[in-house]
């Protein structure tokens, strides 16, 4: 794992559970999932990065996903657990 200081980054499971959840948001607003061109992706889909790598996804201009590291300390080892907040989580609490 990276230096404590320095921001972690997500591998691949992360972006997996990422890409499933932005689909099933996506899937929640109407979206045609098996219509949607990567043309469309990229007109419609933006990510705001922040400096400690917690990511920011929009859809049309409203944030439909957030992912946050989190940085534990668990058997003597840091560990970062990413949590991810979908809109509906926001308006629950």
Not at 11 to 33: I, K, N, S, T, Y
Not at 49 to 60: G, H, K, L, R
Not at 61 to 86: K, S
Request: glycine share 4%; proline share 8%.
């Amino acid at each position: 794992m990276s230096q404590h200081g320095s921001p972690p980054k997500p591998d691949a499971r992360v972006a997996a559970r990422v890409e499933e959840l932005l689909r099933e948001q996506l899937a929640e607003r109407g979206v045609a999932l098996r219509e949607l061109t990567p043309a469309d992706i990229a007109t419609g889909m933006d990510c705001a990065i922040a400096p400690d790598n917690s990511m920011t996804y929009y859809w049309q201009n409203e944030p439909i996903l957030h992912v946050v590291p989190e940085r534990l300390r668990a058997d003597g080892e840091d560990i970062v657990r990413w949590r991810m907040f979908t809109r509906d989580d926001a308006e629950e609490s």
